[in-house]
């Protein structure tokens, strides 16, 4: 199991002092993305040397061969890519690509995780790899989709996964979408083909935090509709009744922010979809800004904090 702790640190630091960026879902999706990309994708922690052993016209076709080997993971609402990054560098993917790409940025005495750090605090720079969104341009054997345009993940990963099915290899696509993202169209578009394509190695987790950047996601596009979400008095809450609707397999995690609990509904959602040929979807309830308090609020979307802000939170986890 990856250091959380640490994760979470990094996101705060990277992001500390920048002009743009998005801490409170990206400190949120820290479970269900250090879950999934550490025990379900098949990372080569050597891709760069295997980058840099291919002509440049041939790079991203063998990137995609390649990807086409292992799971895939998409990223949908990709603001929350800060959490992707920081997990990879704790995973040790960058390692060799900042010994070769920034020897002569990054000063050469620092440690391992000092190195990693600052790699992360190129996010958004003009002139680096870490984009605003995951781009597969400029991290191919990373990145399995790019992503952006809210709706636009979740339509991918149906050929992704259909690709799978043709090929009879038993790959999985596992898809983290925002619940306000779910008021895209295309979204419930993509639900309805992915029924009738009989997706059964396709999950999408559902990031319910009921927050987006204008506010309470209740308020803006009424996405639930039903009078209690509750764990006790509502099993399935009305989220997950549309998707039940559109015949996805739905299972809901009242725990998103508790590691162990978002592995165990996985699992169970995964033995699922084992007898029965139909995407599925996780309802996975997260606390945006988790777990600090100060950030828990729609206001933290789209806002980074202050050095300062990011040096307090930290102390707090320690």
């Not at 025990?39 to 891709?47: G, H, K, L, T, V």
């Not at 440049?56 to 992707?84: M, V, W």
């Not at 781009?135 to 339509?155: E, K, W």
Request: proline share 4%.
């Amino acid at each position: 199991m990856l250091n959380l702790n640490n994760i979470r640190k990094n996101i705060l630091l990277a992001l500390a002092d920048k002009p743009t960026g998005h801490l409170g879902g990206s400190l949120g999706t820290v479970e269900i993305q250090s879950l999934i990309l550490s025990n379900f994708i098949q990372y080569d922690p050597s891709w760069y040397s295997q980058y840099n052993s291919f002509p440049n016209q041939q790079k991203l076709q063998k990137a995609i061969e390649l990807r086409n080997q292992r799971n895939k993971f998409i990223l949908s609402n990709g603001h929350t890519c800060p959490t992707l990054y920081t997990i990879w560098a704790e995973m040790g993917l960058f390692d060799e690509y900042i010994e070769a790409e920034y020897a002569g940025k990054i000063t050469k005495n620092l440690s391992i995780p000092q190195k990693r750090l600052e790699f992360l605090k190129t996010i958004r720079s003009v002139d680096g790899v870490l984009e605003g969104h995951p781009s597969l341009h400029h991290l191919p054997f990373l990145v399995d989709s790019s992503t952006g345009p809210l709706g636009i993940g979740a339509g991918t990963s149906l050929g992704f996964a259909y690709n799978d099915i043709i090929r009879n290899n038993g790959l999985q696509t596992f898809v983290i979408v925002g619940d306000g993202e779910c008021q895209e169209g295309q979204i419930w578009e993509s639900a309805m083909i992915a029924t009738k394509l009989q997706l059964n190695n396709l999950i999408w987790i559902v990031d319910r935090n009921f927050i987006q950047i204008d506010g309470h996601t209740e308020e803006v596009g009424g996405l639930d509709n039903s009078e209690i979400i509750s764990p006790n008095d509502n099993p399935i809450s009305g989220l997950g009744e549309k998707f039940s609707a559109f015949g996805w397999i739905v299972t809901e995690n009242w725990e998103g922010n508790n590691y162990q609990k978002c592995q165990e509904i996985l699992e169970q959602t995964l033995a699922i979809q084992g007898q029965k040929n139909l995407p599925a979807v996780i309802i996975n309830y997260s606390q945006v800004g988790y777990p600090f308090k100060e950030f828990n609020s729609f206001h933290w979307h789209g806002k980074t904090p202050t050095l300062q802000q990011a040096q307090t939170a930290i102390k707090s986890l320690n």
